[in-house]
């Protein structure tokens, strides 16, 4: 019977996040081909026929990057009828967060260059990835509750300032130094290493994640 029903095509588009250059920056590829030959775009590619979303979107993520094994997020999916010229596409969008000494951007097959992008100052996008990326913004954003998940920029050890940093970069706010450090210390989540690391000629302690296993 399913073959009654037109099938529309299923993709993954990889919204890449990391913190550089002072700055919270995308990973954005340059189309080779039509559509939108030229114009930039997310990371992803369609869903072959017998693999899942999740995988297909951690592969497209290690052909586009080079990096696996980091945090990736199904968030939301797309699919307004004309958001693709090939025919009805429906795209499921997975955020992604990497520390940036782990990515070397590299261009895929179909695409003509990979490069960091700030937030704050997108080119035009090709589809309907201005929206794509909006929306995973305010998702990540919506994270700020969440300390081990903005500590994925981050080294695994790492001073309360650096934690605070990666917040205000995520956010686009400056956050009270002495509320923020109250707030993450009583949420039991990181744990004292022992170790210290200097910062403007003090000492600073290093904390990590506290494991859940």
């Known amino acids: 019977m399913t073959g009654e029903y037109p099938r529309p095509m299923v993709t993954v588009d990889v919204v890449i996040f990391t913190l550089r ?9 340059r189309r080779r081909n039509p559509p939108f030959a030229g114009m930039w775009a997310i990371p992803g590619g369609f869903v072959d026929i017998d693999e899942s979303l999740e995988t297909a979107a951690a592969r497209e993520l290690e052909e586009e990057t080079g990096v696996r094994g980091v945090y990736l997020e199904q968030f939301h999916t797309f ?6 010229p090939r025919g009805r596409t429906i795209t499921v969008a997975y955020l992604a967060l990497v520390r940036a000494d782990r990515v070397q951007p590299r261009a895929g097959d179909d695409a003509a260059e990979a490069r960091w992008w700030s937030v704050r100052a997108l080119p035009p996008l090709a589809f309907d990835h201005d929206r794509i990326l909006a929306r995973a913004l305010e998702h990540l954003r919506h994270k700020r509750e969440c300390p081990a998940i903005v500590a994925e920029f981050l080294p695994e050890t790492f001073t309360l300032g650096e934690l605070q940093t990666a917040y205000e970069l995520v956010l686009g706010e400056k956050l009270d130094r002495r509320a923020f450090r109250r707030q993450i210390l009583a949420s039991g989540v990181l744990q004292e290493t022992g170790g210290y690391r200097r910062v403007d000629g003090r000492p600073a302690k290093l904390y990590r994640i506290r494991s859940t296993g």
């Open 79 to 84: 699919g307004d009828p004309g958001r693709d």
């Open 21 to 29: 250059e002072n700055d919270l920056q995308v990973l954005l590829i």
